[in-house]
């Protein structure tokens, strides 16, 4: 393989997961540590890629000025998210009061919620949906409809969301970077992650590893401001400013 496919290859793989390992490289692209070690040196050299301990991650200033369709959404690293949503379902207990955030990871969230006594508000139609079909206790927030991620957002759904105190809010995030926090790309509904977690006891933020070193346009909330449920997490700045909990299985 010449050198530039090998960093193409390379590159390919870092935009789909956000991260990778010196030894997920090699096995990738059939080369030697040695040979990897280099590409990475020179493609951190020309700004395309961040060096971290053991691996490599996207630049953490990678902006995100789109966001893809929720049908898109759900089968990007679906295996992933359904560890996230299935470990974040057992945080539920029948004396909670929940925010659930309209968003993929989030509805898988919504799936994995059986025989549940909790009161449940969400912004997202088809969490509602999901939710009411358990048998549930769950409200949904009037206001505008955003086609794109079937969220409830604007002033009436940001207005009705003041009425409430949660004891937990599950929430999700474009992009996750220490010094730019955790950002989305939409104003409106920015403002309805940031009231639910002004108004929660607790806050998670669920995201697979691929969010992590990405800045959307929006910030929400610092990094410490919720405890983040991922399957993997190579920025030890972040471990080392809030609480990540890594599900493997």
Same mark, same amino acid.
């Given at each position: 393989?010449?050198?530039?496919?090998?960093?193409?290859? $390379?590159?390919?793989? $870092?935009?789909?997961?956000?991260?990778?390992?010196?030894?997920?490289?090699?096995?990738?692209?059939?080369?030697?540590?040695?040979?990897?070690?280099?590409?990475?040196?020179?493609?951190? /050299?020309?700004?395309?890629?961040?060096?971290?301990?053991?691996?490599?991650?996207?630049?953490?200033?990678?902006? &995100?000025?789109?966001?893809?369709?929720?049908?898109?959404?759900?089968?990007?690293?679906?295996?992933?998210?359904?560890?996230?949503?299935?470990?974040?379902?057992?945080?539920?207990?029948?004396?909670?009061?929940?925010?659930?955030?309209?968003?993929?990871?989030?509805?898988?969230?919504?799936?994995?919620?059986?025989?549940?006594?909790?009161?449940?508000?969400?912004?997202?139609?088809?969490?509602?949906?999901?939710?009411?079909?358990?048998?549930?206790?769950?409200?949904?927030?009037?206001?505008?409809?955003?086609?794109?991620?079937?969220?409830?957002?604007?002033?009436?759904?940001?207005?009705? $969301?003041?009425?409430?105190?949660?004891?937990?809010?599950?929430?999700? /995030?474009?992009?996750? /970077?220490?010094?730019?926090? &955790?950002?989305?790309?939409?104003?409106?509904?920015?403002?309805?992650?940031?009231?639910?977690?002004?108004?929660?006891?607790?806050?998670?933020?669920?995201?697979?590893?691929?969010?992590?070193?990405?800045?959307?346009?929006?910030?929400?909330?610092? !990094?410490?401001?919720?405890?983040?449920?991922?399957?993997?997490?190579?920025?030890?700045?972040?471990?080392?400013?809030?609480?990540?909990?890594? !599900?493997?299985?």
């Amino acid at each position: 393989m010449l050198t530039y496919e090998r960093k193409e290859k $390379l590159l390919a793989f $870092l935009a789909d997961r956000g991260t990778a390992s010196i030894n997920q490289l090699t096995a990738l692209l059939s080369a030697s540590e040695a040979t990897v070690r280099r590409d990475l040196t020179e493609l951190a /050299a020309a700004g395309r890629i961040r060096k971290v301990r053991g691996g490599a991650a996207l630049p953490s200033h990678e902006f &995100l000025n789109r966001e893809d369709p929720v049908l898109v959404k759900m089968e990007n690293h679906r295996d992933e998210k359904t560890r996230i949503a299935r470990y974040a379902a057992g945080l539920i207990f029948d004396d909670d009061y929940v925010f659930i955030d309209a968003g993929s990871t989030t509805f898988l969230l919504a799936s994995f919620i059986e025989n549940s006594r909790a009161t449940f508000v969400t912004n997202g139609i088809s969490h509602a949906h999901e939710l009411a079909k358990k048998g549930c206790r769950v409200m949904i927030l009037g206001g505008d409809l955003k086609d794109t991620t079937e969220a409830v957002i604007g002033a009436v759904a940001a207005a009705n $969301l003041q009425r409430y105190n949660f004891s937990k809010a599950f929430l999700g /995030a474009n992009g996750i /970077a220490l010094k730019q926090g &955790l950002t989305t790309t939409d104003t409106d509904e920015a403002t309805i992650k940031a009231i639910a977690m002004e108004k929660s006891f607790v806050s998670y933020v669920l995201t697979d590893a691929s969010k992590f070193g990405k800045v959307a346009a929006v910030k929400f909330a610092p !990094v410490n401001r919720a405890c983040i449920i991922c399957d993997r997490c190579d920025d030890e700045e972040i471990k080392q400013n809030t609480v990540v909990k890594e !599900v493997t299985e």
